[in-house]
Nanobody, 126 residues
């Protein structure tokens, strides 16, 4: 049974930093892609970042590229998203998701992910 839990959200000021965690269980972590997605109030869910655990390759959406870092601790089945220089537009519920590498074909697209965790809220105040 695939289970994912996102945590680490909170209230931060513009320019601050936050580290989100996604703890996974119930599957072979090194055979999966883990992705971070977010949904702001009144907006559609969009991708943030993905990590391809088997080799550590990463993808960042343009909205966060250069100020975010995704990393994994495969031994602990945890994926982190470090976000820096946060902006009010980063305010959203952040979700982590998992899917077999073969099913995603190395594309970081939410519609390709089948397992989702509960979101964690990030609020960036101005």
């Amino acid at each position: 049974d695939v289970q994912l839990q996102a945590s680490g959200g909170g209230l931060v000021q513009t320019g601050g930093s936050l580290r989100l965690s996604c703890t996974a269980s119930g599957f072979s972590f090194d055979e999966y892609v883990i992705g971070w997605f977010r949904q702001a109030p009144g907006k559609e869910r969009v991708r943030v970042s993905c990590i391809y655990s088997p080799d550590g390759s990463t993808f960042y959406d343009d909205s966060v590229r250069g100020r975010s870092t995704i990393s994994s601790d495969n031994a602990k089945n945890i994926v982190y998203l470090e976000m820096n220089r946060l902006k009010p537009e980063d305010t959203a519920v952040y979700y982590c998701a998992a899917e077999r590498l073969a099913a995603t074909k190395r594309m970081c697209r939410g519609e390709l992910f089948g397992s989702w965790g509960q979101g964690t809220l990030v609020t960036v105040s101005s």
